[in-house]
């Protein structure tokens, strides 16, 4: 039996129990993968100030983001095809973050659609909006996350043109997988993710079959969603769309300060430094390095979050400590979900809660708003100016 301590075990089990097309779908960036490696790499050039006699007596991680009380500071990033890596996996996770206290965010690319997850859960979740070039279907689907009382939208600037990612081209990532003699050899050797999937009825991109105009079936979403995504995005289109949504706002995809102070200027609730995991511009910042100077650019405008990276609770510290309100994690969810199903959501909740408490109080805090810069030890130069 797997005794599961830290998330790498959880990564462990999800690769021996997912076929290998969507473990890679997670587990890989775009290109060379320079900076998906470096969003994780990087954490471990911040060292942490070690303090003792502090009394660690009645510690909390409790805070809130964008208002809304959270049990640590941490959400449940939108990701695309989660219902893929587990049978009916947004509403698994979904139900693991209502259950701990943390943000649900649900991909427009969700399998399970927003009305699905609705049903499965009693606490507000987010959702993340990508910006189609059909502006009916884009309406109605913000009409729909308002129908089903999410208290956020979270609108991704990032993804105008999509990265490629060698190995989903290789794999021939699609939902449901197409059928070929390798990926039926690898899908018959993961029996607990095949019984799964033949118990539910999700298996397309819920919010998008029967939603878009002529997409019925797996052949007809390959072709629009091939087209859909709007190049012509801007910053007269976010407001627009702030505008459609009357709600919070949270823009994702900041790596920037000038952006940063454009996305203030919109009147965005948050934003989230962010640089979609690696799988978008390669050789990007990382954001971890991204982060201080979007910080000190517009920290006293709006909320910043934190995107990129985090497999432990040392490093959602770190990105506290930083400047950011909250941060988001999304391939350690993905990780339990598909070794563990919704149990393994939880269990990776829980230890990067474990983690992050236990560092407070090693370094001497016994709040999250006690974090700042003067508990980190950072390389000169490592967020400094670049040429």
Same mark, same amino acid.
């Given at each position: 039996?797997?005794?599961?301590?830290?998330?790498?075990?959880?990564?462990?089990?999800?690769?021996?129990?997912?076929?290998?097309?969507?473990?890679?779908?997670?587990?890989?960036?775009?290109?060379?993968?320079?900076?998906?490696?470096?969003? !994780?790499?990087?954490?471990?050039?911040?060292?942490?100030?070690?303090?003792?006699?502090?009394?660690?007596? @009645?510690?909390?991680?409790?805070?809130?983001?964008?208002?809304?009380? !959270? $049990?640590?500071?941490?959400?449940?990033?939108?990701?695309?095809?989660?219902?893929?890596?587990?049978?009916?996996?947004?509403?698994?996770?979904?139900?693991? $973050?209502?259950?701990?206290? !943390?943000?649900?965010?649900?991909?427009? &690319?969700?399998?399970?659609?927003?009305?699905?997850?609705?049903?499965?859960?009693?606490?507000?979740?987010?959702?993340?909006?990508?910006?189609?070039?059909?502006?009916?279907? !884009?309406?109605?689907?913000?009409?729909?996350?308002?129908?089903? @009382?999410?208290?956020?939208?979270?609108?991704?600037?990032?993804?105008?043109?999509?990265?490629?990612?060698?190995?989903?081209?290789?794999?021939?990532?699609?939902?449901?997988?197409?059928?070929?003699?390798?990926?039926?050899?690898?899908? &018959?050797?993961?029996?607990?993710?095949?019984?799964?999937?033949?118990?539910?009825?999700?298996?397309?991109?819920?919010?998008?079959?029967?939603?878009?105009?002529?997409?019925?079936?797996?052949?007809?979403?390959?072709?629009?969603?091939?087209?859909?995504?709007?190049?012509?995005?801007?910053?007269?289109?976010?407001?627009?769309?702030?505008?459609?949504?009357?709600?919070?706002?949270?823009?994702?995809?900041?790596?920037?300060?000038?952006?940063?102070?454009? $996305?203030?200027?919109?009147?965005?609730?948050?934003?989230?430094?962010?640089?979609?995991?690696?799988?978008?511009?390669? @050789?990007?910042?990382?954001?971890?390095?991204?982060?201080?100077?979007?910080?000190?650019?517009?920290?006293?405008?709006?909320?910043?979050?934190?995107?990129?990276? *985090?497999?432990?609770?040392?490093?959602?510290?770190?990105?506290?400590?930083? @400047?950011?309100?909250?941060?988001?994690?999304?391939?350690?969810?993905?990780?339990?979900?598909?070794?563990?199903?919704?149990?393994?959501?939880?269990?990776?909740?829980?230890? *990067?809660?474990?983690?992050?408490?236990?560092?407070?109080?090693?370094?001497?805090?016994?709040?999250?708003?006690?974090?700042?810069?003067?508990?980190?030890?950072?390389?000169?130069?490592?967020?400094?100016?670049?040429?």
């Amino acid at each position: 039996m797997t005794v599961i301590t830290c998330i790498d075990d959880l990564k462990s089990l999800y690769r021996r129990r997912v076929p290998r097309m969507f473990y890679d779908y997670a587990e890989s960036g775009s290109w060379s993968e320079q900076t998906f490696r470096e969003n !994780v790499s990087d954490y471990q050039k911040i060292h942490l100030r070690q303090r003792v006699a502090v009394d660690m007596e @009645g510690r909390s991680t409790r805070t809130t983001m964008i208002g809304e009380d !959270v $049990a640590m500071p941490v959400a449940l990033a939108p990701v695309g095809l989660t219902g893929m890596q587990c049978a009916d996996g947004e509403i698994k996770a979904a139900r693991a $973050a209502e259950r701990f206290g !943390v943000p649900f965010t649900l991909s427009t &690319m969700s399998i399970c659609s927003i009305e699905d997850v609705a049903a499965h859960t009693t606490r507000p979740f987010w959702f993340q909006l990508y910006v189609m070039r059909d502006q009916d279907f !884009v309406r109605r689907l913000v009409e729909r996350a308002r129908d089903a @009382g999410c208290s956020a939208l979270v609108l991704t600037l990032d993804l105008q043109i999509l990265g490629q990612r060698h190995k989903d081209l290789k794999n021939g990532l699609s939902a449901p997988p197409k059928l070929t003699p390798s990926s039926v050899l690898d899908m &018959m050797t993961k029996v607990r993710w095949g019984l799964g999937m033949l118990g539910t009825r999700r298996r397309f991109f819920g919010n998008i079959v029967g939603h878009a105009k002529g997409v019925t079936d797996a052949s007809s979403l390959s072709s629009w969603t091939a087209e859909q995504f709007d190049p012509q995005l801007d910053w007269s289109k976010v407001e627009r769309l702030r505008d459609m949504w009357g709600g919070k706002l949270i823009l994702k995809g900041i790596l920037d300060a000038e952006d940063a102070r454009m $996305a203030a200027n919109v009147g965005a609730d948050a934003i989230v430094v962010s640089n979609h995991g690696g799988r978008q511009l390669d @050789g990007a910042i990382c954001s971890i390095r991204a982060l201080p100077s979007i910080v000190e650019a517009v920290g006293d405008k709006v909320e910043i979050h934190f995107d990129g990276g *985090i497999r432990s609770g040392q490093d959602v510290l770190k990105a506290v400590a930083m @400047g950011a309100r909250g941060t988001y994690i999304g391939r350690a969810f993905v990780y339990g979900l598909g070794a563990m199903g919704e149990e393994g959501v939880t269990r990776a909740l829980e230890i *990067i809660h474990r983690e992050l408490d236990t560092t407070m109080a090693l370094c001497g805090r016994k709040r999250v708003s006690d974090l700042g810069r003067d508990v980190l030890l950072v390389p000169k130069g490592f967020s400094g100016d670049w040429e």
